[in-house]
């Protein structure tokens, strides 16, 4: 996985998008970060102290290719705008799903 700056990350997103469009998709996940990378220590061993401000990890998934970025608690309002436009512009070529009703459901209803 390749850790972006914010900046790069939505680039890559805007490119990882419009690859997707064409023949699969990708998911974004986000979670809360606490700045640790090693797992938890097992019994006996000192905990990892917590963190005094917890950030945000952004991660992309499209087949192969994986990204995140790490954003700081004082700029997600404005990550956030700049992804939003991201995801809305990306999201202009979507296909309406067509609802099928089943027979049994018809016949009841």
């Known amino acids: ?6 900046e790069q990350f939505l680039t890559q997103l805007t490119l990882l998008a ?15 970060y606490d700045g640790h990378d090693r797992p938890k220590p097992r019994e006996g061993k000192p905990p990892l102290p917590k ?5 945000c ?3 992309a998934r499209s087949r192969s290719k994986k990204l ?5 608690r004082d700029e997600v309002a404005k990550f956030m705008e700049s992804y939003s ?3 809305k512009s990306s999201m202009d070529g979507l296909k309406k799903v067509k609802k099928v009703k089943n027979k049994a459901k018809a016949a009841q209803g």
């Open 1 to 6: 996985m390749v850790l972006l700056s914010n």
């Open 85 to 87: 436009k991201v995801l």
């Open 51 to 55: 963190p005094a401000e917890y950030s």
């Open 68 to 72: 995140a970025t790490v954003v700081k």
């Open 18 to 32: 419009q690859s997707a469009r064409k023949d699969s998709s990708f998911t974004v996940t986000i979670k809360r």
């Open 57 to 59: 990890l952004i991660r």
